[in-house]
């Protein structure tokens, strides 16, 4: 369940990191206190698990939302006593942008990989938890087809983990301020 989170929570971070005009996205105003619960939510075995649909399931949420699921997630790596695992990546806005602006991608998808550091270091295939040094994420767009369409023949990498590299100035704090 740790690892559907943190998807969840870096995606809703590259959604709001990243301003790409397009008339399918609904604007949501800066003040506003609504927000659409996703369709088609379902129970599977587990009540933690959700099925949404593929079209339409990302949305815009008010920051305090998204300040309690990030803090759901701090509070269970216990990070205030924590410093190694993962609590966020940062990713070039301007590579994401070049990704984005490839002909025909509809979505992107974000992908857990092991770093080359860790993997290079004789780590090839061992779990690494949530080891700050030990993941990253790769990015990739496809089309309405649900092929890959990549920028130049390649997928986006360098997620800078934090803690480690965190950014600096307000976007360093754990929370949305």
């Not at 590259?14 to 005009?21: G, M, Q, V």
């Not at 089309?143 to 480690?164: F, I, K, Q, S």
Request: with cysteine; hydrophobic share 35%; charged share 15%.
């Amino acid at each position: 369940m740790n690892s559907k989170f943190l998807a969840a929570i870096c995606i809703s971070i590259l959604i709001l990191a990243c301003n790409k005009n397009d008339s399918n996205i609904n604007k949501v105003s800066p003040n506003s206190n609504t927000t659409t619960a996703p369709t088609g939510k379902t129970a599977t075995n587990s009540a933690a698990r959700m099925s949404y649909p593929l079209e339409g399931d990302s949305r815009y949420i008010p920051l305090d939302e998204a300040n309690t699921m990030i803090g759901s997630y701090l509070s269970s790596i216990n990070s205030s006593a924590n410093d190694t695992d993962v609590r966020s990546f940062s990713v070039d806005a301007d590579s994401l942008r070049a990704l984005l602006d490839q002909t025909g991608i509809k979505r992107v998808k974000i992908m857990f990989g092991h770093t080359m550091g860790y993997i290079n270091g004789g780590h090839y295939g061992q779990y690494a938890g949530f080891q700050s040094g030990a993941l990253t994420l790769i990015i990739a767009g496809y089309n309405a087809a649900g092929n890959y369409v990549y920028y130049n023949g390649m997928a986006l990498d360098h997620c800078t983990p934090c803690p480690y590299n965190c950014p600096s100035g307000v976007a360093g704090n754990n929370l949305l301020e």
